[in-house]
């Protein structure tokens, strides 16, 4: 499907149960809704969509459901929120006051959006409950051909007595090739965290400059990779290389200063096992276990934690979301610019 009729597509069925906008420049469409703040559509050089988008996502819309697709905001940890029964890791659920929240778009041109809303979740460990506002400024800062860089500024401020991560995940497609590779830039000797339970060596190298993670919607698995075993203290990246068609590459990429520094400010922990240590960065991959009839995969940002002063809560962050397509060796090219990556191992 060629960029313009998926986009127009996509964006009547956002405008029929709530409010799109379409930032534009050159050959560069980015969709956003209003409802979930999400931005749902990564449009270049009329290519399909670099975002997954469920395809039922007129069913998600019209049932108040969360699996939309796209790049979307959350918090962490997930144990507190997500989980009726926090201490087993059973009855998983999304709190509607997280996604979608009640949000309003406040302000949009064709280069930025902004949005504001109300967030709220109880926390099902300290049986507290968190209730506050978000915002979320979305920027299309630079772009031409075959590339655009998103600047994307996260914003909490609430009521709660611990902290919290903001917890940006991104929803990417299934590779034209069957399966997609996640590359996450680390020191030598990096260890890996697996949040669900052992990853199969067939899906996760650990090289001497990064960790490669296979996405193919066929195993469930989470990867995380703790800040310590990033290059640099708050600085974080991860990438998501595919193809779209059969001459054609993709890559998507978040990375950010606002990373957290140690274990103190990760707060997400392992289903596994509680007592590994917790990432900063993460990846999943879907599978018919959990979701039988869809296949995705998420790249991950978990942000510095908010702040906490008598009992209120406050976090501003931001990080870049960063395209490229073309052909497989300008895109590692980029890659290895971009991220310092060297002959990344892909699946």
Known sequence: MSDGSELDKLLELVNAYSRGVVLEDGGCRVLISERGARVLGLFLDSKPNLLWVNPKVEKIFSE???????LRLWISPERNFFYKKPETFDEWFCPEGIDPGDYRLTRADSKAVFLEGRISAYDHILEAQ????????????????????????????????????PWVLAQVPMSYAGAGTVIIP???????????????KDRLRV???????????????KLGVKPEDLREPGLGAIAYLFRIDKRTWASLILKSQNIPLSQEDCLDVAKADPNLPRAAIQSYNSGPEAFPDIKFGEIELQLAPTINISGRIFASAEYDVIAFIGRKNMILN??????????PKLY
């Open 64 to 70: 108040g459901g969360w699996n939309l697709g796209g």
């Open 130 to 165: 968190l209730s506050g506002y978000a915002y979320r400024e979305i920027r299309l800062l630079e772009s031409d051909k075959g590339y655009l860089r998103l600047r994307i500024r996260e914003g909490i401020i609430g009521e709660y007595p611990a902290r919290v991560n």
């Open 186 to 200: 680390t020191k030598k000797n990096a260890e890996p965290i697996h949040y669900f339970g052992e990853i199969p």
């Open 207 to 221: 090289l001497a400059n990064h960790i490669s993670f296979k996405i193919d919607g066929e195993y469930v698995s």
């Open 334 to 343: 980029k890659l290895r610019r971009t991220l310092n990556v060297a002959r």
